[in-house]
């Protein structure tokens, strides 16, 4: 039987959670860049947030690792570099490319969120770790939700920004089912994650100055004349 110390944090996660999804569903449904970009430092600051609780609850100093990776990569490196590679008029623009409007874009998030949860209660049965059942299912929607903001988003940036939501779906989930392993993926993405932003943050420059918008789908645009 649990302590009231226990079910204090265990209920801090399902809060945490539940803020989480909402931030994962915000970055399909938002406008704007800089929005995306916000919720996504709100989402990494969240998923640095679990991380430590259930660190504190399993007396895991793994955790507690990739807690302050995460701060220290997504919450800071990313966002500087995007905000520092990125032309500031990336982040004036008002409507987002994107291929569905965003009714359309929410119901279909509705429906990934409960597929996610259908695919992970025959997975729990086989996970007897109590944050699991929190962090399962809502890890593998915001992987979900990750997947589909790449798919409909038309924007260099905000493909990006799904992109870096998918990892932090999967790190949600791994912290509670794996809670000694993530911190050695966390630190092989704390050196990947942040070149391939800055990467993309020039090339979306470069994109931006050449032909004026940040589409992918006018990459053609840049061929040699």
Do not use: C
Request: charged residues 10%; proline residues 5%.
């Amino acid at each position: 039987m649990h302590s009231p110390h226990f079910s204090v944090i265990f209920s801090l996660d399902a809060l945490t959670g539940a803020l989480f999804l909402l931030t994962a569903i915000g970055v399909v449904a938002t406008r704007q860049v800089l929005a995306s970009l916000q919720l996504f430092i709100a989402q990494s600051l969240l998923l640095s947030l679990s991380a430590l609780l259930l660190g504190i609850a399993l007396g895991s100093p793994h955790l507690f690792a990739v807690a302050g990776i995460t701060i220290a990569t997504k919450t800071v490196l990313i966002p500087w570099l995007l905000r520092h590679t990125v032309s500031v008029e990336v982040y004036r623009t008002r409507e987002i490319d994107r291929v569905l409007n965003i009714p359309s874009s929410l119901l279909i998030a509705a429906f990934l969120v409960v597929i996610a949860y259908a695919i992970a209660n025959p997975l729990l049965g086989a996970v007897d770790l109590p944050f699991a059942r929190i962090n399962l299912p809502l890890g593998l929607a915001a992987m979900f939700l990750g997947v589909f903001t790449v798919v409909a988003r038309r924007e260099a940036v905000p493909q990006l920004l799904g992109l870096l939501a998918l990892e932090n779906g999967v790190f949600f989930a791994g912290v509670a089912i794996v809670p000694e392993l993530p911190v050695i993926a966390e630190l092989a993405a704390a050196v990947d994650v942040p070149v391939v932003a800055l990467v993309v943050g020039l090339l979306t420059r470069q994109i931006h100055k050449r032909i004026g918008s940040t589409s992918v789908g006018r990459l053609a645009a840049l061929r040699e004349r």
